[in-house]
Structure formats: C-alpha cells, structure tokens
C-alpha cells in the first residue's frame, strides 16, 4: 500500500472485497457517450480498477492512460488493453507521485475522489489541475452516500463541498446537473462534467 492511501486496494482485491464494483458499465459513461459530450481525445483514468470503461474508450478511438496503485487493477486492464491495436497506456503507481508526459484533454474519474481520504481531496484536486490541459474537461462521479459506511471504502462527496473543492477560479461548473446514477451499493453518483480553467 503506498503512502497516500488509507484502504489497502490490493488486499481487497484479493480478498473479493469489491463492492464498489460495477458489473457494467456507469449509465453516465453512456449517455456522455451518446450525446456526444465525450469524444476521442487522449484521456486519463485515475484510480481505474478493473472498470471496462478504458477498453470502451480505446475501442472507440480514444488515446486512454490507466493509472492505479493495485497490480490487480492493473493486471486486469493489461489483460484487456493487451494485444489490441488500441492506444493505451498503462501504469501502476500511486497518484501522488504520478506525472503525467504531457496534459490531458480530458480525465474520466469514477469515483476515485471519493474512494480517498477527504483530506486528501485539495491535493488530488491539484493533481487533476496538472493531468488536465486549460479548457480540458473532467468527467466526475462524485459518490452521494450521505453518511460514512461500515462497508465501503468511500466518503460522501457533499455537492456543497465540491463546489468549495473545485472552486471557479479553476473550474466550470455546468448551468444545471443531470439526474443521479444508482451504484450497486445501493447508493447513488453525481454525474458532472467541470471544465479547467
């Protein structure tokens, strides 16, 4: 476990501890797809998983770079992304110490804020600031739990508190937010799409 983490991904992993998993795909992901709001461009998914979401967006032409500090996670998305004639990019590492090559047009994030320490939060958020070019897009689920649970390794992203976190001096907020999604932890994701300043 590196330093910047208080759960031990790779334990649970092991252990099938996995609740925050998706069997699917994140509705969001879908309709930002649908719409158009989400079209190829080279992109970074933080703290992927084993989400198939990146072998989605290599599918679809995107130039997709995973990072996670689980070789579990990574392991799976080798096994997906391998062999393919997709452009991608996998790394194992821990996010804090992690540099990107060059900025990033866009950075799907599912949740991994959520899945970190709160206090952990400003830093991340200027660690999405670096990865992303200005007028970059990130497509955020914040996890709207309303309570810390028992279970799950995540913490409520109050929305009054993102706004706070990603302050408009950085960041575009949309006019209005789209309808929640359902996780299967039976709580829901606040889909939203900011933009960098």
């Known amino acids: 476990m590196v330093a910047t983490q208080a759960t031990d991904w790779e334990r649970r992993y ?71 004639h997709v452009r991608a990019h996998v790394e194992l590492g821990d996010l804090f110490a992690w540099e990107a ?14 899945a970190l320490a709160p206090d952990l939060w400003p830093a991340y958020t200027g660690r999405l600031q670096r990865w992303l070019r200005p007028s970059g897009r990130l497509f955020a689920m914040f996890m709207q739990i309303g309570r810390e649970t028992a279970g799950l390794p995540f913490h409520h992203c109050d929305l009054a508190s993102m706004r706070t976190l990603f302050g408009d001096t950085a960041w575009q907020w949309p006019p209005s937010l789209p309808a929640q999604v359902p996780h299967p932890s039976g709580f829901t994701e606040q889909p939203v799409v900011l933009t960098r300043r």
């Open 14 to 84: 092991r252990e099938g501890a996995t609740g925050w998993e998706r069997p699917g795909i994140n509705p969001a992901f879908i309709a930002w797809r649908s719409d158009g709001t989400l079209t190829p461009c080279r992109i970074l998914v933080p703290g992927c998983g084993r989400s198939v979401e990146p072998l989605l967006l290599a599918e679809a032409g995107f130039d997709v770079t995973v990072v996670d500090s689980a070789p579990s996670a990574i392991a799976a998305q080798q096994g997906r992304l391998s062999g393919l």
């Open 101 to 114: 090559p060059a900025p990033f047009d866009a950075v799907y994030d599912q949740t991994c804020l959520g």
